[in-house]
């Protein structure tokens, strides 16, 4: 009898902590899911500012040194010297007014992070507004320091419009 107590007494101690076990890995993932997502957010608001900036050394800052990166209507580039050299020639000839990221998905796994979504750019070319709407995937990966860096950057233009609103 003492040994039927003693299995159902482990057994209501496991019952009570293996749901609770699941708990803790699961708010441990909110939680590292919420910081991955402050970090590409940032990630979001430094590109911004390389871009009204035409600072390619800011560009720099954002890719692993192996990064590849696809445009619409470009080659892929590969590496983040000719990831800052592509995105200063992209962004020189226009003034960038405001750039929208709408995250639709952010995946964590350990240290790679995928975000998906749609982008919208708003600049001046020769005088005249336009936006450029598409989608987008960035991968981020933990970079030693633990600092999130992008490994890959997708930008697909669905559109290009005329007479943008402009703005900040």
Known sequence: EDDTMRHALILAILIAVVPACGTQQSLD?????????ATIDSLWSQYAVA???????????????????????????SGRAAVEEFLLALYTPVSVTRLR????????????????????EDYLEAGASRTEAGRFTLIAEQAPGKRWLIRRLVMLADSVRAGA???A
Do not use: K
């Open 29 to 37: 993932t909110t939680v590292q899911a919420a910081t991955v997502r």
């Open 101 to 120: 990221v709408v995250p639709d998905d952010l995946r964590v796994h350990g240290p790679l992070a995928v975000e998906t979504g749609t982008f919208e």
């Open 165 to 167: 609103a402009g703005g």
């Open 51 to 77: 871009a009204n900036q035409r600072d390619s050394l800011t560009f720099g800052t954002l890719f692993h040194d192996d990064a590849v990166l696809v445009f619409s209507g470009a080659p892929t580039i």
